[in-house]
């Protein structure tokens, strides 16, 4: 089996020599698949495992529930010139291979704590078949240390070798983007890793995928802080607008219309406002790291409970336009657009709302199919369908469906009078109202 620590660029730079090479990806969700199809194209042989058998089962039929049928196409491709193969046990997989990708995702619990569990098991099970001259990336947004003290030290105290001396241990933090599933391979990657060895064979490995630059960090922590102070500001940033907006709507004033005249000299300000898309667990990562190492991040902390107790404004605002209808949330139809994760705060928007005693669908243009079938009841297949006799819209998120709307056909196939209430800031209000709409929204100005 050939090694990959002491790699030479040579030695891959044609996608036939890439062949003799095996990378096991640890985990088949959105992360792990999308590895698996880059590194396949590019002409490594793939093995996928997941502790999830259904999972598998799926990837084996060339399918998965997170993509598009494009990215299906490829999958099945690609297992029939036998660069993807799938495999549920661990230690099988890891053996037959000279790369290790762990993808394995992080829980989240009803109070905000992260479980690592799953995590550190797979590690265990890594360590006990790894060989000399392999290289492990761990893909996963980390914790400040947690490279070092958990996943180094399990990998090494289950096998009996040592990182930077019989194998290579990097960093390769991945944020993805639902609404394009190639988006890791399209922007500048940064790895960080103990050694020059490992740094070295990761970079000429990941640069087969990657289409632009490759920055080299050497230092664990590094890296790690710096995925997460990028994250903390997002959040930040998220927060100010919300609390600007709601202010503006407060006011009389559009947040909108302020913000065109100081976005292009301050930065800060931003268009995006409401509830965020994605997972929670990422924000939480810094919270705990700072809880670990006896920091108090006010800021941060604060940002994310103003996010996160955004929904319970939300509410008010829609049972005020509902009013003017002459309606009340209970028992009311409402249908939402927007990006849909589990444990997220949208997710936890949709649950509040429903203990008021909505109604609720739901329509991600981008939903995972997987959801489809967990969620059925929630979620509508297509715009028409969710917007289908329904007494009230709420946009969360932006989708470039939202603004080709034609109000005048939304309103023929909504139960009149009818309320929008726009969180993304994207729609007009003048022509929603024109139509016969209750129009209100985040950072509008609120009727009286």
């Known amino acids: 089996m050939s090694l990959i620590l002491g790699l030479e660029p040579s030695e891959i730079e044609e996608k036939e020599k890439r062949e003799k090479f095996t990378i096991s990806i640890i985990g088949c969700r959105k992360a792990g698949i999308q590895f698996a199809v880059a590194f396949a194209d590019a002409g490594f042989r793939v093995i996928c495992n997941d502790d999830d058998q259904n999972l598998l089962q799926l990837l084996v039929k060339g399918k998965t529930p997170y993509f598009s049928r494009e990215i299906e196409s490829k999958i099945k491709s690609n297992i029939k010139r ?9 230690k099988t997989a890891v053996s037959q291979s000279q790369i290790v990708i762990l993808t394995t995702f992080i829980k989240i619990n009803i109070r905000n704590k992260l479980n690592f569990s799953k995590i550190e098991r797979n590690c265990k099970k890594i360590g006990k078949v790894l060989n000399r001259g392999m290289l492990i990336i761990y893909a996963n947004i980390s914790g ?9 030290s399990i990998l090494e105290d289950t096998s009996g ?91 009389g004033l559009d947040y909108f219309e302020i913000i065109k005249i100081i976005e292009e000299k301050n930065t800060f300000f931003s268009q995006n406002i409401g509830i965020e898309e994605g997972e929670k667990s990422k924000f939480y990562m810094l919270l705990e790291s700072a809880d670990n190492n006896a920091a108090n991040v006010k800021l941060c902390t604060l940002a994310r409970k103003i996010n996160e107790g955004l929904g319970r404004y939300l509410i008010k605002l829609t049972q005020q336009s509902l009013r003017t ?5 209970r028992r009311t139809k409402i249908s939402i657009i927007g990006s849909f994760q589990p444990r997220s705060t949208v997710s936890e928007f949709i649950k509040l709302i429903e203990k008021k005693g909505a109604k609720i669908n739901f329509y991600d243009p981008f939903l995972p199919k997987i959801y489809l079938q967990d969620y059925q009841k929630l979620f509508k297949r297509t715009f028409n ?39 993304s800031g994207r729609l007009e209000p003048k022509k929603a109202e024109k139509a016969g709409f209750i129009f209100s929204g985040l950072g509008r100005e609120a009727k009286k």
């Open 161 to 251: 070798l040592r990182v930077s001396e019989d194998f290579g241990l990097v960093y390769c933090p991945i944020q993805l983007n639902d609404k394009n599933p190639n988006i890791f391979t399209e922007k500048d990657l940064m790895i960080a890793g103990a050694d020059k060895d490992s740094l070295n064979a990761a970079e000429i490995v990941l640069k087969t995928i990657v289409k632009k630059e490759i920055k080299i960090i050497t230092d664990f922590k590094i890296l790690e802080a710096a995925i997460l102070f990028a994250i903390a500001n997002n959040d930040l940033k998220l927060a100010f607008a919300n609390e600007m907006a709601i202010f503006s709507e407060k006011s």
């Open 325 to 329: 209808c002459g309606k009340t949330l």
């Open 82 to 90: 036998g660069r993807i193969r799938a495999e549920s046990d661990i």
């Open 144 to 152: 400040i240390g947690y490279i070092e003290k958990t996943i180094k």
């Open 385 to 423: 369908e969710a917007v289908e006799g329904v007494d009230c819209l709420i946009i969360l998120h932006y989708h470039p469906k939202i603004k080709r709307i034609n109000f005048k056909k939304l309103s023929a196939r909504m139960k009149m009078p009818a309320a929008i209430i726009d969180f």
